[in-house]
């Protein structure tokens, strides 16, 4: 079946604009998560959904950053006067949602380049 | 809190020769482990994952992991190197959430990932 997607794949923006990436999870996937992946960061932690509601924000990095999830499937991730440090891959993962099963399965990513 | 390190930034090891990658991790509550590999310019992908069941884990592509809990260890080999191996290998803990009986971990905490070289 179809796997995860993301759009745009690339992205490059002028600092202090706004820009909304969107993630389509697997269908059926109740849990969903973003991540951030930079050189010299690694991988990061952003946010999680269960169905609409997101039970940890603990990783959205300033109150720029907001996420929200309509009808427990897509998903936005909208980043408010971006900064060049923003600049990144940014990823989107699906899973389940289902006791036992914690595997993620993640899209190809969004890069956003902020000028 | 859970932390996962990765003990090798790089590994190169020529084709057709054993394939290790170490992973120490912690974690407060009964982990998740997997094992995630990213080839360039391409999407994470699953490469296997430990949840409790049979300590040594199979995966696709000849790789598989062994969980040792008395060294919260849990290293990637595969007996036999190929090129298309060539890749990024993150090293991933999940945090089995107390709050949602659902299931759905919230959020995995991944190593600083091994860039793996194979040498012709």
């Known amino acids: 079946g179809a796997g995860v997607s993301q759009s745009p794949s690339n992205k490059v923006t002028e600092k202090g604009k706004d820009v909304e990436l969107r993630c389509d999870p697997i269908?059926?996937?109740?849990?969903l998560y973003w991540y951030r992946q930079s050189l010299g960061q690694g991988l990061e932690f952003l946010i999680y959904f269960q169905g609409n509601s997101a039970p940890d924000k603990s990783g959205l990095p300033s109150d720029r950053f907001s996420a929200e999830r309509t009808g427990g499937s897509v998903s936005t991730l909208t980043i408010q006067r971006t900064q060049q440090e923003d600049s990144a891959v940014y990823l989107c993962?699906?899973?389940?949602?289902?006791?036992?099963?914690?595997?993620?399965?993640f899209g190809p990513g969004t890069r956003l380049t902020v000028t | 809190a859970q932390s996962v390190t990765q003990l090798d930034s790089h590994v190169s090891v020529s084709e057709g020769t054993p394939v290790l990658l170490r992973c120490n991790y912690s974690?407060?509550?009964?982990?998740?482990l997997f094992w995630y590999v990213q080839h360039p310019n391409k999407g994470l992908q699953l490469l296997l994952k430990?949840?409790?069941?049979?300590?040594l884990v199979k995966g696709i592509n000849g790789f598989e992991a062994e969980f040792k809990k008395s060294e919260t260890s849990f290293h990637l080999t595969k007996p036999s190197a190929h090129m298309s191996d060539a890749a990024e290998y993150f090293c991933v803990v999940s945090k089995v959430s107390p709050k949602y009986s659902g299931g759905g971990a919230d959020g995995l905490t991944f190593g600083k990932g091994t860039h793996l070289i194979i040498q012709p």
């Open positions: 430990y949840t409790s069941a049979a300590t």
């Open positions: 269908s059926g996937h109740t849990a």
């Open positions: 974690s407060s509550y009964s982990p998740s």
């Open positions: 993962a699906s899973s389940p949602g289902l006791a036992g099963s914690y595997e993620q399965y």
